[in-house]
């Protein structure tokens, strides 16, 4: 059973508006929330991260937002830029029973995000 | 400027060929990863090493095994290549510890086609 749910596939989103990609999980063990950036035939890069005791943190035009108690969280990218056009993977980091993480993620299946000019 | 480097970019093997995958990163980082990436399924984790010759499977680890020899060198290796492998794999790495999370590296990838 997936943890970590990106519903949505793909979102299109016109150049200078908000893109708004989604992220449910179902374990509350989970510690820390990542979003990773893909380009095609390259890695993921790390983007934004939030701490679950906090409900938002931001990064320029990156804004990041947890409801804990829904267990959804939402990364904003406010102007969108044809340049962010790629797959964004939410990921999990499950905390581990001596404190700290246990170094392991858990990826949400990705979003591809397109922002047309 | 941290780097998780990969052997190969693009391979091309047959079915029934033992296959290598190479990964390397000079962040003495103890933790390395092993992705494969298909559409529509994610990232799912295969293979992962907190330590040198230490060995966890993931969620798929069947039909492949790891190596890890040295401390920035973890290889993957496909025993007996199958069509179905055919995938983009990533490798990735981070820092162990009690850090509160921790942010993975990850190389270009590996495009694997099995013929």
């Known amino acids: 059973d997936q943890q970590v749910k990106q519903n949505s596939p793909s979102l299109s989103v016109q150049e200078g508006r908000i893109s708004i990609l989604n992220c449910d999980y179902t374990n509350s063990m989970f510690d820390y929330f990542l979003w990773y950036k893909k380009y095609p035939a390259e890695g993921p890069t790390f983007l934004i991260s939030?701490?679950?005791?906090?409900d938002k943190n931001e990064d320029g035009r990156f804004t990041v937002f947890l409801n804990k108690s829904a267990k959804h969280l939402s990364l904003h990218i406010v102007p969108s830029q044809p340049g962010d056009s790629a797959v964004y993977f939410c990921?999990?980091?499950?905390?581990?029973?001596?404190?700290?993480?246990?170094?392991?993620?858990?990826f949400g299946k990705g979003t591809k995000l397109s922002v047309k000019p | 400027d941290v780097k998780v480097t990969q052997s190969s970019r693009y391979l091309v093997k047959r079915t029934g060929e033992k296959v290598f995958l190479e990964c390397v990163q000079d962040m003495d980082h103890e933790n390395m990863f092993w992705y494969r990436q298909d559409p529509g399924l994610g990232l799912r984790l295969i293979y992962f090493s907190y330590d040198v010759k230490m060995k966890e499977k993931g969620d798929i680890p069947e039909g492949y095994s790891v190596s890890r020899e040295k401390k920035e060198r973890f290889s993957l290796i496909l025993e007996s290549a199958s069509t179905n492998q055919t995938s983009m794999y990533l490798c990735?790495?981070?820092?162990?510890?009690?850090?509160?999370?921790?942010?993975?590296?990850f190389g270009p990838g590996t495009r694997l086609t099995v013929l």
């Open positions: 990921a999990a980091s499950p905390k581990s029973n001596y404190g700290g993480s246990q170094g392991n993620l858990i």
């Open positions: 990735a790495s981070s820092s162990a510890g009690t850090a509160e999370y921790n942010e993975q590296f």
């Open positions: 939030i701490s679950s005791i906090k």
